[in-house]
């Protein structure tokens, strides 16, 4: 038995698109969503697998906010490779199983170990 629980969070940034010939290549900004899921397989004996408002916290401090994106990452911030980043940070703390990034509402990206 497990369950997946999943928790988003909102973040504005500046980026541009490193070895990229088109429009992205110069800078620009994206109201940027995350979605991350986690697989939990029991719960407490308050019935939560992990709590919400830990999750939530964990990730709105992890997110980065009002930045320009290729001056934080040492990688082109991609949906792509932004999706990767957050999943092996948040994995250091707990069982993630996917991260979605939404550059958009309709253009996003999804990291998974599968």
């Given at each position: 038995m497990s369950w997946e629980l999943v928790v988003k969070e909102k973040f504005s940034s500046?980026?541009?698109l490193e070895h990229y010939k088109g429009k992205c290549e110069?800078?620009?900004g994206h109201t940027f969503?995350?979605?991350v899921y986690f697989r939990v397989n029991e719960l407490n004996e308050s019935g939560i697998g992990i709590d919400f408002t830990e999750l939530k916290t964990y990730l709105k401090?992890?997110?980065p906010d009002h930045k320009v994106?290729?001056?934080v990452f040492d990688f082109s911030p991609?949906?792509?490779n932004l999706s990767r980043y957050f999943y092996y940070k948040i994995k250091e703390?707990?069982?993630v199983?996917?991260?979605m990034v939404w550059e958009s509402d309709n253009a996003g990206a999804v990291y998974s170990e599968d």
């Open positions: 500046a980026h541009f110069k800078m620009h969503e995350v979605e401090d992890l997110l994106l290729n001056e991609s949906a792509e703390k707990y069982p199983s996917k991260v």
